[in-house]
Every structure is written in structure tokens, then in C-alpha cells.
């Protein structure tokens, strides 16, 4: 009996060598076939009689073979082969070139509907057909209705796929259990599941299958949707150190610092505060643009803490980890705190008894140190720090007293994690602050990150300038390295940013040094032989790539070559200049990142766009760079232009297209959040459905949303 889990090799006329095929398309499991979704439907479903059919129209007729013949046309080597159909209302010749089998297929008195288009060629008026299908029991499989076209690879056709699925769904969709309820199907006008999977392969008509695409769209974000908010309320039930607010020493911090904070920064530091006064963890993700002040709001959650006899890990990327250090250094050398960072390279420590210095400590005794609480605020990039990864060695960092986790550009750190990280108090989960520099679209916030409380910040700090930004073509570039010729004669420095590569990791690497070595000769050689270029890249060693940081920042050279290395949290106030070749490579998050990379000083900044692509879409977005120095608003034209799919790795999940097009629209996900709230509310275990309970657990696996 086929199931769901019936290797496809053993599903009746695939075998194995068609089975290896399908596994090009990720399809190992009848039920992976099943619901593997058609991209799009071409509309055959208008059969025309043959006597009104015109020239140069794309038809589909259906009538009897009267006539069939096949001859060899030696001047062009082709065999052309022609048959007479014919209908009640006229009669119209078809030909097929360099196709010998169908003539060895076709046999007069067949009945057959066929697709091609009306065309006359000297004096001679013919269809020329694309494809055709014989008539058996009154109906056609692929033609004269409206006909599914799948994501195809060599050997498997969206004909091949259609052919298998027609003698196996209803055999499977039969034992389909019905996975939402029937209050939500009648409320949303849903089709059933069953229904809905027969309809989207094998439509009855084009609304059909759009009300199919519509049940399972309303699913897929369902889903998504009913996991955040799940957890959401799990959360809820966990138990954490409630922080109370110290007024006095936050007020002090405030006070002290070098600068006023923007209203948005203030706003969010004190919703972190409230959410830490709570007896269940804070889960709160803090969003603001490149330079917008997210570390400063974390400091000020980090000093209530220690005031409170809590510790603080900092989790951030590699390259983060030491800006952070720095940051906390500068602005909490006033303060009795002690601050660790632990990175894959150095360890360091800092104390009040250091007399405003660092030192370098071993591992074991940072560990040590911070098993004991006398570190306050650990600062360790997150694959140190996680127990158990490479990076890690298995070694197990333990806190005495740990109160706040902060972790960086969307690690999730999920409840177990932070829960491994306590010596004691294990039943008490530290709160947890993520901030990201990449400001999510409404839509995506609703769902993916459903499960979270946003804090924003929209306003920048004052006196920074606005980055001026340039698309710049192949007949522009020369007037562009004369412009940078001059910025560096007034002592500025420049970033040159070499495309990016799609590969596997290995090949991206070797092609991206490739990039970067190439562009690095060309620059030194023939553009600025005279001054000082050099180079950074995936490849190297995090020495090597360190060094070459540390002499751009004390203006050791005028230009570094880079790859996308230098993507977040590179700090050099000199740089006025990055220049981005192959721009349309790059998505707009990440282009309006790489631009904030320059413009950290008090100097007028430039970004240049280099493109020699004259693609629309290309154009669209290289413009809004240009247009929105804003990276909420690029975060939500890159989403409208280039979809979901590209954002944090969702097109991994294996979610339809049309569904993952459904994730830019906010209004539509708001009310299926609604939905996927009140179920929740009303039965947070889901005890009274099962199957919806099964569904989202299968879904939760797949998504890995942790």
C-alpha cells in the first residue's frame, strides 16, 4: 500500500533511475511529491472549433485523425511529419518537425487535442504544433483543461510529473487527515485539505487552483504564526530572575555619558528595563539602522543588571566582539565592573583595579572567573560560547548569577541554551536581548519573529551626514577613480568591495579570493600604481585579516580591497569612500549595510554603486539605494522587489512560492496572526486538535525555528 513515506523509487513507473532524478528536485518520499506544488498553470481548458481559429493565434483544438504522413526534407536534413484533423465545424492540417515518433504513434480514427499556433508560409496555412494528447474515455490528461507546470530537471517533466501524480493521489489523499479546524475552514472560506490537493495538481479551473494556493498559503503562514505565538506563551511559563529598575545608577549612566541619547534609544531602554522586571524571561528583539545607537540601550540594560548582583553575556559575531568590548570599556571605565571577552583568538580582562587597562588571561581562568561572578559582563562570540560546538572544544562556560543574555544579527538563542549557560538557578532562564542592524518588514515581524517584543529605533544620532550614493556605469568609472584620487589626497581612506560569488562554501571562498586578488592587481598595477592597496578575504587567518584591520584604522594604506567580510561592524571614522563593484549581486540589506561602513566620522561620505547589468529589477533597486537612506524602508522595498526568500535563510524552509509572495502583504498575515492567537489562547497544548498539533510539530522541524 503507498503512503506518504513510500520511497519514491517504489512508486509504480518511477524505478530507480527516475528516482535518482526526482531526488535532484529534493523529492525522496511520495509525500515529498505530493506536495511538491506546480510554479504556475497554462489555461488550455478553451478547446476552439476549428473554423474559428485565425493566423498567428496560440489555440487549443480537439477533433479526428483523417490523415497522417511523414516525409524527409534531405535539404535540411528533417523529417517533417503531417497530420489532418479534423472537427464538426472544419478540418486543419498540423505539423511536427523532427519528430519521427509521432507519425509511429498516430494512427487515423485517433481522436487527439493539441496545442500550437496558426501560421502561413508561402501561401500554405498550418498549425504548427507544440504538443498534443490523445482522447481516451472522453478527457485528456495534460491538455484541453488548464495544466500544471512544475520546477522541472533532466529526465523529469512537469508531463512525467502529472503522469505519476494521476495514479497515485487519490490514493493518498483519501487517507489525508483534515490538519486545520473546521471553525477555521469555514471562517477564512477554505477548501479542505484534500480537495485543495487534488485541485492544486489537477484543477477543475484557474480559480480552482487559486483556491487551492489559497488554503495552502493560509497554512504555511498559519503555521508559522501559530509556532510564535506558541512560543510565545511557552515563555510565558518559564520562570526568570525578575530585575527590579535602579533608578539612581541608570540615571547615573545617563548622566555620564558623552552624548545625549535620541528619544527612540531612551524609549527602548526602558521597555527593556520594564520587561526585565518580570518574573518570566524578557524576549525582546531590538531593531535600529547601522550607527543608530543599539549597544549604547544594551549598556544601560547591562549596568541595571549588575546593580542588581545579575551577570551579562554578550554574544555577538566574531568581528562584533571586540567593538563591543571596546564600547563597554569606554563608556563603563568609571564603574567597579569587571568585563571578560572571550573570542577564538584572545581573551581579555578588564577590571576597575587595572586602572582603566586590559589584560590578556587564559581561557581556563576567564572561565574561572566567570563560574565565581566576578566577571560582570562576558563578551564571547556565540560559537565559543554555546556549549558543545567546535569552536567551543566541549568546554562548558557556567555563570554564577547570569540575568541577561544580548546576542546579535539574529542568532537565535533559544530557552535550553541560555538555561545551560546557569550553574545555579537552573530553573530561572536568563532574559534575553537580540539586536540586528537588518530591520525586518512588518510582515516578516508578524511572523518569523512573531514570538518576539520589537523595540525600534528610527532616529539617528545627531550631526551624522546623510551618505551620498551613486549608480555608477563602466563609461562613469574613470571620472570615479579620479573623484577617489582626490579624497585621498585630503588624507581619507577607501573600502572596494569585490562581488559576490554562488557557489558551495569551498568554491565561493577560492572564487571570492580570486575576486579580491584580481581586483587588488588591477587597482595597485594599472589604476593607483603609486599608492598603498591591500587585501582582505574570506581565506585568510583571523591573525592575518585582523592585522590588516588594525593598519587601515591607524592609516597604514589608502584602499582595502575586501569581500563581504567587512559587511557589519568594521569601525574606521576615516573611510569616506566604499565602492561596491557588481552591486546587483548584492541584496539591498546588505548594499545599505556595506554603506554604513563609511560616514562613521565627521567627514561627507560616498557610496558607488558599480553595474554593468541592465536588468529592471536591477535598476529598481540600485535606485532605491540611491532614493531611501533608510534601512527600514530598503528592508521593505528589498522584500516587495526580491521576495521572502532571500531573507535570513527562509528560502531554506521548502515554503511555496506563492506562500512565501503571501509573506510580504501585512494586512493578509495580521488577521491569519489573529487566527493563530486565539487558538492558542483558548488551547495553548492544543489538546483539542491533534492533528493541527502533529501538523505544526512537523512544520516546526522543518522550519527550525529555535
Known amino acids: 500500500m503507498l503512503t506518504f513515506s513510500t520511497p519514491i523509487a517504489e512508486v509504480p513507473r518511477i524505478g530507480p533511475i527516475h528516482a535518482k532524478r526526482f531526488k535532484n528536485l529534493k523529492i525522496n518520499t511520495l509525500g515529498e511529491l505530493i506536495f511538491y506544488f506546480p510554479k504556475y498553470y497554462q489555461d488550455y481548458s478553451n478547446i476552439r472549433k476549428i473554423a474559428d481559429v485565425k493566423i498567428n493565434e496560440e489555440i487549443c483544438v480537439k477533433g479526428k485523425v483523417i490523415d497522417i504522413e511523414e516525409e524527409k526534407s534531405w535539404k535540411k536534413k528533417m523529417t517533417i511529419t503531417k497530420a489532418v484533423i479534423q472537427d464538426e465545424t472544419a478540418a486543419v492540417q498540423i505539423v511536427w518537425f523532427n519528430q519521427p515518433y509521432i507519425a509511429k504513434n498516430l494512427k487515423k480514427g485517433d481522436e487527439i487535442i493539441a496545442v500550437g499556433k496558426m501560421v502561413i508560409s508561402k501561401n500554405y496555412l498550418y498549425m504548427?504544433?507544440?504538443?498534443?494528447?490523445?482522447?481516451?474515455?472522453?478527457?485528456?490528461?495534460?491538455?484541453?483543461?488548464?495544466?500544471?507546470?512544475?520546477?522541472?530537471?533532466?529526465?523529469?517533466?512537469?508531463r512525467w510529473i502529472r503522469y505519476i501524480l494521476s495514479s497515485t493521489i487519490n490514493q493518498i489523499t483519501s487517507r489525508l487527515p483534515e490538519t486545520l479546524p473546521d471553525e477555521i475552514i469555514k471562517k477564512h472560506d477554505l477548501l479542505p485539505l484534500r480537495e485543495a490537493v487534488h485541485q492544486i495538481h489537477f484543477p477543475s479551473s484557474l480559480e480552482m487552483a487559486e483556491k487551492a494556493q489559497m488554503r495552502f498559503c493560509f497554512e504555511n503562514i498559519f503555521m508559522i504564526t501559530l509556532f510564535s505565538a506558541k512560543k510565545k506563551i511557552e515563555n510565558e511559563q518559564e520562570t526568570a530572575p525578575a530585575i527590579p529598575i535602579n533608578e539612581v545608577a541608570v540615571k547615573r549612566f545617563l548622566d555620564n555619558l558623552p552624548f545625549d541619547m535620541t528619544k527612540d534609544q531612551e524609549k527602548s531602554g526602558w521597555q527593556v528595563l520594564k520587561d526585565m522586571t518580570k518574573s518570566y524571561p524578557m524576549n525582546r528583539l531590538l531593531q535600529g539602522d547601522v550607527g543608530s545607537g543599539k549597544t549604547v540601550v544594551s549598556v544601560m540594560a547591562a549596568i541595571n543588571t549588575i546593580k542588581n548582583k545579575s551577570q551579562v553575556l554578550m554574544a555577538p559575531t566574531e568581528i562584533l566582539a571586540k567593538q563591543h568590548f571596546k564600547t563597554f570599556f569606554e563608556l563603563l571605565k568609571e564603574y567597579n565592573i569587571n568585563i571578560g571577552l572571550l573570542t577564538g583568538k584572545e581573551d581579555k580582562y578588564y577590571s576597575k583595579k587595572l586602572k582603566s587597562d586590559t589584560i590578556e588571561i587564559?581561557?581556563?581562568?576567564?572561565?574561572?572567573?566567570?563560574?565565581?561572578?566576578?566577571?560582570?559582563?562576558?563578551?564571547?562570540?556565540?560559537?565559543?560560547?554555546?556549549p558543545g560546538t567546535k569552536k567551543s572544544k566541549g568546554a562548558r562556560i557556567l555563570f554564577n548569577n547570569l540575568g541577561l543574555v544580548v546576542v546579535d544579527e539574529q542568532h537565535r538563542f533559544g530557552v535550553k541554551q541560555r538555561a545551560s549557560l546557569c550553574k545555579k538557578q537552573k530553573d530561572k532562564i536568563p532574559h534575553l536581548l537580540s539586536m540586528t542592524a537588518t530591520p525586518i518588514p512588518r510582515s516578516l515581524a508578524l511572523t518569523i519573529w512573531g514570538d518576539l517584543d520589537l523595540s525600534t529605533i528610527l532616529e539617528m544620532p545627531k550631526g551624522r551626514k546623510t551618505i551620498i550614493t551613486e549608480i555608477v556605469t563602466e563609461l562613469e568609472r574613470q571620472k570615479t577613480y579620479n573623484f577617489i584620487r582626490k579624497e585621498i589626497e585630503k588624507g581619507r581612506q577607501i573600502f572596494v568591495i569585490c562581488p559576490r560569488i554562488e557557489a558551495n562554501e569551498k568554491e565561493n571562498l577560492a572564487a571570492e579570493m580570486k575576486n579580491v586578488k584580481d581586483e587588488y592587481e588591477r587597482l595597485s598595477e594599472r589604476i593607483f600604481p603609486d599608492l598603498k592597496i591591500e587585501m582582505l578575504h574570506g581565506k585568510m587567518t583571523p591573525k592575518e585579516k585582523e592585522k590588516i584591520m588594525k593598519d587601515f584604522k591607524l592609516k597604514k594604506f589608502n584602499i582595502l580591497v575586501s569581500t563581504s567580510v567587512i559587511e557589519v561592524g568594521i569601525d574606521i571614522p576615516n573611510a569616506s569612500v566604499i565602492m561596491i563593484e557588481g552591486a546587483d549581486r548584492f541584496g539591498l540589506a546588505q548594499l545599505h549595510q556595506f554603506r554604513g561602513r563609511v560616514g562613521r566620522g565627521e567627514h561627507q561620505s560616498y557610496c558607488f554603486l558599480f553595474t554593468d547589468s541592465n536588468s529592471k529589477k536591477t535598476g529598481q533597486r540600485l535606485q532605491a539605494m540611491k532614493k531611501y537612506d533608510s534601512g527600514f524602508k530598503l528592508s521593505e522595498m528589498d522584500l516587495k522587489i526580491r521576495g521572502p526568500g532571500d531573507f535570513f535563510g527562509v528560502k531554506q524552509w521548502g515554503i511555496p512560492d506563492f506562500a512565501m509572495n503571501a509573506l510580504k502583504d501585512a494586512k493578509k498575515i495580521e488577521e491569519i496572526k489573529e487566527t493563530a492567537d486565539e487558538i492558542i489562547e483558548d488551547d495553548p497544548s492544543l489538546k483539542k486538535y491533534p492533528n493541527l498539533k502533529k501538523r505544526l510539530e512537523v512544520f516546526a522541524e522543518k522550519i527550525h525555528l529555535e
Open 128 to 158: 504548427s504544433s507544440t504538443s498534443f494528447e490523445k482522447v481516451n474515455e472522453g478527457e485528456g490528461l495534460h491538455l484541453g483543461k488548464v495544466s500544471a507546470v512544475y520546477g522541472e530537471t533532466r529526465g523529469v517533466t512537469s
Open 362 to 386: 587564559s581561557r581556563a581562568k576567564m572561565m574561572e572567573k566567570t563560574e565565581n561572578g566576578e566577571i560582570d559582563i562576558l563578551i564571547g562570540t556565540h560559537a565559543l560560547i554555546a
